[in-house]
């Protein structure tokens, strides 16, 4: 199916989604060397995977209506299997940008899909639980 894909994983639609072990850029936190931070960033972020401090950030896009490309995305982690639906729903009025959070073992994805003339970009932010600065403060005091 068209704009089928999972992220995070090498499953996809065939179409140059990004697998697991494709690293796309310099591998350097999103926000370094932008000006105006994380959200100018995302703006300026090309279709691959890159790397956070905390996980990564990936964009993938794909032609078709938001409607077909987000229950692409929906199909894509009820395939996989082992996740936890937190939210899904618009973010604006008119309709033209969706968004899901995803709970999986030891990662939450939040995903988005903003409709262009013809096609959709998904971007999907990964935040890993032992990558996250407080996973290891928590460790400590379990200890």
Do not use: N
């Amino acid at each position: 199916m068209q704009g089928q894909w999972i992220p995070g994983t090498d499953q996809g639609d065939g179409q140059g989604t990004p697998g697991a072990g494709d690293v796309s850029g310099d591998g350097s936190p999103l926000d370094e060397g932008t000006e105006g931070g994380s959200a100018a960033a995302l703006s300026q972020l090309e279709d691959g995977r890159h790397e956070t401090d905390t996980g990564y950030v990936e964009q993938e896009t794909l032609e078709g209506e938001l409607p077909q490309v987000a229950t692409g995305v929906v199909e894509g982690y009820r395939d996989q299997g082992s996740c936890v639906f937190v939210r899904s729903g618009y973010l604006d009025m008119f309709g033209k940008v969706w968004s899901c959070t995803v709970s999986g073992d030891g990662w939450v994805d939040t995903c988005l899909v903003s409709e262009g003339e013809g096609a959709c970009v998904v971007r999907t932010v990964r935040m890993e639980a032992e990558r996250m600065p407080l996973s290891g403060i928590l460790a400590a005091e379990g200890s």
